[in-house]
């Protein structure tokens, strides 16, 4: 079976590119962001090739992986894998709770 093809709305990647420029801005450096880019990639492969793996979220056929202080909330079909989320867990849970509402329209 080929691969699904990897979208990241622009809500998640709007968060993953906040985190990764707080990164580089607290450590002054681009090590820890290179790591976190690198280590998103490995879980979106893994994600990619068993999607039911994760723990299904409580949003309408939306899973979450966690990648330790973060994690990746995603959608799928036979061809999609949606990302639809990248969060850090150590936000208000609130913030995330609109975020995912807005995007199943519930």
Known sequence: M???TV????TAAQQRREIL???VKRNGTTTYAEKLIKLTAEQINVIQSNPK?????DFLETYVSALGHFSIFYKFNKDLLIITAFWDNRQDPKKLLDILKKQTGT
């Open 21 to 23: 420029k707080y990164w």
């Open 53 to 57: 793996l994760f723990k299904k979220a």
């Open 7 to 10: 979208v990241w709305t622009q």
């Open 2 to 4: 080929a691969k699904r």
